[in-house]
């Protein structure tokens, strides 16, 4: 590697004319004052190896040049002969030894302000210039020879992003970021492209497979028209053949009706109404004297129920106010004890500070009068030889005079690091003694708080097993009367049963009539939902009849239009009221999610039994209920696993989907068949007014027992006062464990700090003798220099007279200084216990006080519970009388309530015959005239929607289409709201042409099937509407394109063009990935074999630089990669640990650490590419005096440097120094060379 031998100047910034500078040697130094011209040639350097004039401090290149100045002596208009007069010319040659071979840089300015370049005298371009550099490893854009001036530190606080393109100019990626960026952005268009015509591909892909499926749909949509048409003949010649049957059917029936004895059922049932009113009115007497005394209790009930919460609050807080008292009190005593014993420690630290200051001023004294006794005084003659004679002495032992002044300086040093050591020690004993006293406190305070909590502790056990005896006991009683209210609902259930026997079974007659009339006249009727599905086990009864609930006595009908016939017919004969389920509309979804969810549940539907032709019906009245086992079970599926159903138990318990939870229901179909006799019901009624009594006494019980929101109340008061004594005792223990651990911190510390006290002193005491020996030959040069002096002076030598020159001041300053110490330390000590007296005696007065409103708040509280029990016994007996008087007007209001049930019993029996009679005669000619109906309607919509019939006789375009429609065809298409609106009046004869006219048609049935003769008309019938619905349902999903076979060739052709295109751009993809690739591997490799290489390098340069005999290994720096995948698009992070530092970012370092972690950063750099020279300006500005000295090491064993420098202790290692100065005549920076080898030893 070669190396730069000198530099000429010719007309450079502050250099006037021609200047030679150098030799350059491996270590050279730049020194010289401010403003001398040093930093100018810095920029002379970095100008002739390339460096922007924007980097060197100027705007343009013409601010380069020597600018002419007035000369002393001169006229203001004259200037020099290198100024402006020779035309504003400059340039800089750098000479360079490359292995022998003398190679000249030299870069000039021209009149016209633009560069010059030129090797070996001979003109070249600036790229060319630049290769030449380079290949001399001198790279100007990332200026890997210089640092500027103030820009050390920059370098390490630069992002990581500055870093990482600061590496891939030293290593050389950076070159290939254009070819990088091309090859990316032509691979990211060919995958564009290639997806592009992928996904045109796949759309025309997507297209012909949509019109072969568009072919294939027409295709089905053909067929299925077909199979509809024919499907829809056969169901209307079916619907045709179970009209005309029914009509036969009808008329045998008619003939067979008989009428009854109207008139006498008529008076035998005004007769029981009459009855009934009369019973009505006294039980309506009898019920509002219950109501009425039910309200005063009531109201009575209230009032205990807004004072008991009240009661408990105040013996609550009588109870913590009593143990208040008692803490406040327990407190009182402490803090007395507290002000007593903080009053002796204050009266101790006044005692000790006043012995302190005594010894001072005794201190003081007897020095006012040694000085006074050995006070020495020269003549300024003597002290004037003692300077000259000193002088002469410096200058011949020079050497052993500076190894004293460092060996005192040592001595310095060396004597605080020990005092400070020795002050820590004492400080910590200090400290160890204060904290012992401070446990023994605390200890004590644990031992009390340790005694409330086992205080509270036993409270709140005893709370507790007072809450639990009161649960118990309540339970008991919840229990009883539980047991109470449950066998009086069943007396009460068998009593409504007995009064609601005879009332039940004539409803369910009415309705068996009603359904049986309804399967007559209606062939779509299946029947009531009850008998349609029954439950497989008999233990699955009651939880069944609950599901289905109001739906049991529904009737299923095939279809809306039959139910809307069915309510029609209702109306007209006044029946009474049902509820219809037509299958073809009613929407229900399946159960199979509840099937396998709970263990011990399963839907309502698999335990029925049904024809899976009403499944829709059965699946609409379960809802998706759950049967479940037990209560437990229906609440896991409803609260844990939050199903969205109903669940029923086996008892009929219900948890409804909104979470309510409502009681059993008992199955009543064997009890509906009882025959109930007057000595069993008044048994029952007995045996209620026993349990009524029985309720009373156990209610007055429960009263007595506190609430549980008043053993809750008492409870969390008590794990209150609990959980704060719990809460001061783990304070105090983390308090003394905390306390335990600082002193065992100290006592660790105490035991480091000695032997470090005992290293001090040794190392001391070595300085000391080293000071002595070179004090010692010191003494010895001096003795014959200073013979003459100390005769004349009567001393007998130098080392007596520095004696009496230099008394022992320092001695007494150190001792002021231990005095000044030890009163500020008592002081603050004092100034803190005191503090600590007076809040001491502050709490002591405000627990006094505290006390006091206490107690009077403790009388009041006991006043007003006492007038709150007194007011609660009074009303507690009033509602006792209450309730006494309460059970006799219930009794008789029972005994009336029976005597209505007989009333209404005869009464319902008489109005049920008359129904019967009255009823039965209209029904058989509304069956006949419906059957005729609903043949005419057929056949109407035959010939509307052109179904083609076979016919024996007749012929539909016979059928009027402009007839009124009757009664029953209108239902078949009104809504059953508009239906219900119709009067009879808007539907009447009109429609006797079109029923004439139908029974003059005759179908033909030839080509009905034998089964659908033969078969359950509604079974048949809905079996032809489901195929017709499914087919038309089928047919409406297609819609089938007509165009699809002609559309379906074109396709097929564009497709295969588009796979052409596809295969193209796939290939560009590939070839451009590939491409990319390899130029994303080659500037990887460039840029981590750089990265590789620096991140070795500056741990080993920092290591170099923080060394010390202290810390020999020195301190820690490392570099990390953000990305390491694509290293170069990320950021570098540096970081630098200094010696015995923890961790922390390059911004938070000081400025001189900052400055060590740059330097190594360019030092490891340099490293890679080591330039044939390094520049450094000023970079030891920010370095104490051992860092310099550690870089001065540095760059003495790594030398190939030029460094500016301010410091003596750099510069004074240098091999060579340059010395700037200024020359003021001239007006010019001029320079001085110093070969500092030729003084080396």
């Known amino acids: 590697m070669g190396r730069l031998v000198q530099l000429e100047l010719e007309n450079f910034k502050s250099y ?12 050279t130094a730049v020194v010289g004052p401010n403003g001398a011209g040093k930093s100018n040639l810095m920029d002379a350097i970095s100008f002739v190896l390339g460096v922007r004039s924007t980097h060197l401090r100027s705007s343009q290149l013409k601010d380069l040049v020597y600018r002419g100045r007035a000369v002393k002596g001169q006229s203001e208009g004259a200037v020099d002969e290198a100024g402006d007069q020779r035309g504003r010319r400059a340039w800089v040659r750098a000479v360079y030894d490359d292995g022998g071979r003398t190679v000249t840089f030299q870069r000039s300015i021209g009149d016209n302000g633009e560069s010059e370049y030129r090797i070996n005298n001979r003109v070249v371009s600036l790229s060319t210039y630049n290769q030449a550099l380079e290949a001399q490893n001198i790279l100007v854009k990332a200026k890997n020879f210089l640092v500027f001036q103030g820009d050390v530190e920059a370098v390490a606080a630069q992002s990581p992003k500055d870093l990482t393109r600061l590496i891939e100019q030293i290593s050389g990626s950076w070159e290939l970021q254009h070819e990088y960026s091309a090859h990316e952005r032509r691979q990211d268009a060919a995958a564009e492209r290639s997806t592009f015509a992928y996904n045109k591909k796949r759309a025309v892909a997507a297209e012909v497979q949509s019109i072969v499926e568009q072919k294939k749909e027409l295709d089905t949509y053909e067929s299925k028209l077909q199979q509809r048409t024919k499907l829809t003949e056969l169901h209307m010649l079916h619907r045709l053949f179970v009209a005309e049957s029914r009509i036969d059917a009808i008329k045998q029936e008619a003939e067979a009706l008989d009428g009854g004895t109207i008139a006498q059922a008529t008076e035998q049932r005004a007769e029981a109404d009459a009855s009934l009113q009369s019973q009505k009115k006294t039980q309506a007497r009898a019920y509002k004297a219950v109501s009425r005394q039910e309200r005063q209790i009531k109201l009575v009930e209230h009032k205990i129920e807004t004072r008991q919460p009240r009661l408990v609050g105040l013996g609550e807080r009588v109870t913590y106010a009593q143990r208040r008292r008692e803490q406040i009190e327990e407190n009182m005593e402490r803090a007395q004890e507290d002000v007593v014993r903080q009053r002796e420690v204050v009266v101790g630290i006044e005692q000790e500070r006043g012995r302190v200051a005594e010894a001072e001023k005794t201190f003081e004294s007897c020095q006012v009068g040694a000085a006074l006794e050995t006070g020495v005084q020269h003549s300024e003659e003597t002290m004037s030889e003692f300077e000259r004679l000193s002088e002469q002495l410096r200058s011949e032992c020079a050497e052993d005079m500076h190894a004293r002044d460092t060996q005192d300086q040592q001595i310095r040093l060396l004597g605080e690091a020990a005092k400070r050591a020795a002050d820590r020690l004492a400080s910590q004993q200090s400290q160890l003694v204060g904290l012992a006293a401070s446990e023994h406190a605390g200890e004590q305070q644990r031992q ?31 229990r009883v009367e539980a047991e109470l209210h449950e066998k009086l609902a069943g007396v009460l259930a068998q009593l409504a049963q007995a009064r609601a026997d005879q009332r039940e079974s004539a409803r369910e007659a009415r309705l068996r009539d009603m359904v049986a009339a309804l399967q007559r006249v209606f062939p779509g009727v299946h029947g009531r939902l009850a008998e349609l599905c029954r439950p497989t086990q008999r233990k699955y009864d009651v939880s069944v009849a609950t599901v289905l609930g109001r739906h049991m006595d529904a009737i299923v009908v095939d279809r809306q239009t039959t139910a809307l016939e069915c309510i029609r017919h209702i109306k007209e004969q006044r029946a009474g009221q049902a509820t219809f389920l037509p299958l073809d509309t009613l929407k229900a979804s399946s159960s199979d999610r509840l099937r396998h969810a709970v263990r011990g549940a399963r839907p309502a539907t698999d335990v029925l039994q049904y024809d899976t032709g009403i499944e829709a019906a059965v699946l609409h009245a379960c809802g998706g209920a759950l049967i479940c086992d037990s209560l437990d079970a229906a609440k896991h599926a409803c609260y844990e696993l939050r199903l969205e159903a109903k669940a029923v138990t086996l008892d009929g318990s219900v948890i409804h989907r909104s979470g309510l939870i409502t009681g059993g229901a008992d199955s009543r179909g064997g009890q509906r068949a009882q025959a109930w006799e007057s000595a069993a019901v008044d048994e029952l009624r007995r045996a209620r007014d026993r349990m009524a009594e029985e309720l009373q006494v156990v209610a007055r019980a429960r009263r007595g027992l506190a609430s549980e929101e008043v053993l809750s109340a008492q409870l969390a008061g008590q794990q209150a006062r609990h959980r704060v004594a719990r809460e001061v005792l783990e304070a105090l223990d983390r308090k003394l464990q905390g306390a335990a651990t600082e002193r065992k911190h100290l006592e660790r510390s105490v035991a480091e700090c000695i032997p470090a006290v005992a290293h001090a002193e040794t190392e001391l005491e070595h300085a000391t003798e080293a000071r002595a020996a070179a004090a010692a030959r010191i003494y010895s040069a001096a003795r014959p220099l200073f013979a003459t002096f100390c005769r004349s002076l009567g001393i007998a030598d130098l080392e007596a007279f520095e004696r009496q020159l230099l008394p022992a001041a320092e001695a007494v300053e150190e001792r002021r200084m231990q005095f000044r110490t030890q009163l500020a330390r008592l002081d603050s000590q004092l100034a803190f216990e005191r503090q ?4 001491a005696v502050a709490k002591l007065a405000r627990l006094t006080q505290t006390l006091a409103d206490t107690r009077a708040s403790l009388a009041e509280m006991q006043a007003a519970l006492s007038s709150e029990q007194i007011e609660m016994a009074a009303l507690v007996a009033q509602l006792d009388a209450l309730r006494g008087e309460l059970a006799s007007l219930s ?11 007989a009333a209404r019993q005869t009464l319902e029996h008489g109005r049920r015959e008359l129904d019967t009679l009255s009823k039965s005669l209209a029904a058989k000619a509304a069956e006949l005239e419906r059957a005729r109906a609903e043949k005419a309607a057929v056949l109407r919509k035959c010939k509307i929607e052109d179904i083609t019939v076979p016919l024996q006789r007749g012929s539909l375009q016979a059928l009027p289409l402009d007839a009124a429609i009757s009664s029953t065809t209108a239902g078949t298409r009104l809504a059953e709201s508009e239906f219900s609106q119709l009067s009879l009046g808007d539907t009447q004869v009109s429609s006797a042409s079109l029923d004439a006219a139908a029974d003059e048609i005759v179908p033909d049935y030839t080509a009905l099937p034998h089964h659908a003769r033969t ?3 509604a079974t048949v019938d809905q079996k032809y509407s489901e195929d017709i619905a499914r087919l038309s349902v089928e047919i409406d999903a297609l819609n089938p394109n007509p165009h699809a076979r002609e559309r379906l060739d074109a396709a097929r052709e564009r497709l295969r063009e588009i796979e052409s295109e596809h295969n193209a751009a796939r290939q560009e993809a590939r070839d451009a990935k590939t491409a990319f690739h390899a130029v994303r591997m080659r500037r990887h490799d460039v840029f981590m074999r750089c990265y590789n290489h620096l991140a070795t390098a500056i741990d080993q340069a920092y290591k170099a630089l923080t060394q010390s005999p202290l810390f020999p290994l020195g301190g820690t720096a490392y570099l990390a990669l953000e990305d390491p995948e694509s290293p170069y698009l990320a950021g570098v992070k540096y970081h630098a640990m200094p010696p015995l530092k923890r961790f922390r970012d390059m911004d938070q370092l000081s400025g001189g650490e900052k400055t060590v972690a740059a330097l190594a950063l360019l030092f490891a750099l340099q490293t890679f590419r080591p330039a044939p020279f390094f520049v450094l300006d000023e970079v030891d500005a920010a370095l104490d005096l051992a860092n310099v000295a550690k870089l001065a090491n540095f760059l ?42 030729q003084f080396s030893t």
């Open 836 to 839: 600590q007296l007076d809040e």
């Open 1196 to 1237: 003495r064993e790594n030398a190939r440097f030029i460094v500016i420098s301010l410091k003596q202790a750099l510069f004074e290692r240098a091999q060579s120094l340059v010395g700037i100065y200024r020359d003021q005549s001239q007006n010019s920076s001029r320079v001085l060379t110093l070969d500092l080898e």
């Open 891 to 901: 009794s008789k209001y029972g005994a009336a309530s029976e005597d209505v049930h």
């Open 448 to 478: 009390r708080a340790a005694a409330d909590v086992a205080a509270a502790e036993a409270a709140l056990q005893q709370v507790r097993r007072d809450g639990d005896a009161a649960r118990a006991e309540r339970g008991r009683l919840e």
């Open 16 to 27: 006037r004319g021609h200047q030679v500078i150098g030799p350059f040697t491996s270590f």
């Open 1015 to 1017: 078969g359950v008309p």
